[in-house]
């Protein structure tokens, strides 16, 4: 591809030709993204706990965990806002279909 031309697959295109643009993934950024599909594995399996009306045990050890799950996705929600990192939109809209998920009747 020749410096000029465009393409409409920019991720595809060295990142040495985006001057002046940050190319590397900041911490912050990597830590959220691993914080958000941590949090849906753990509520996913959560809300599969919690809706389990065989173990009643098992209901409840569900609602801890998205508890907890919902609690650590709040504080990370809480950072990335402080920090105007980028990865608080994912983080959001999956804390918000965790909370739909849980209180949708079916």
Not at 23 to 43: E, H
Request: hydrophobic share 50%; with cysteine.
């Amino acid at each position: 591809m020749s410096p000029g031309q465009e393409t409409c697959f920019p991720f595809l295109v060295n990142p040495a030709s985006f001057a002046g643009h940050q190319t590397s993934m900041s911490t912050l950024d990597l830590c959220l993204l691993l914080v958000t599909f941590g949090g849906f594995l753990s509520g996913g399996w959560a809300i599969y706990w919690a809706r389990g009306h065989a173990y009643p045990g098992r209901a409840l050890w569900g609602q801890w965990l998205f508890t907890c799950t919902i609690a650590i996705s709040g504080l990370m929600a809480l950072v990335a806002a402080f920090a105007k990192a980028q990865g608080l939109a994912p983080l959001s809209v999956l804390t918000t279909l965790l909370v739909v998920g849980m209180l949708w009747e079916y």
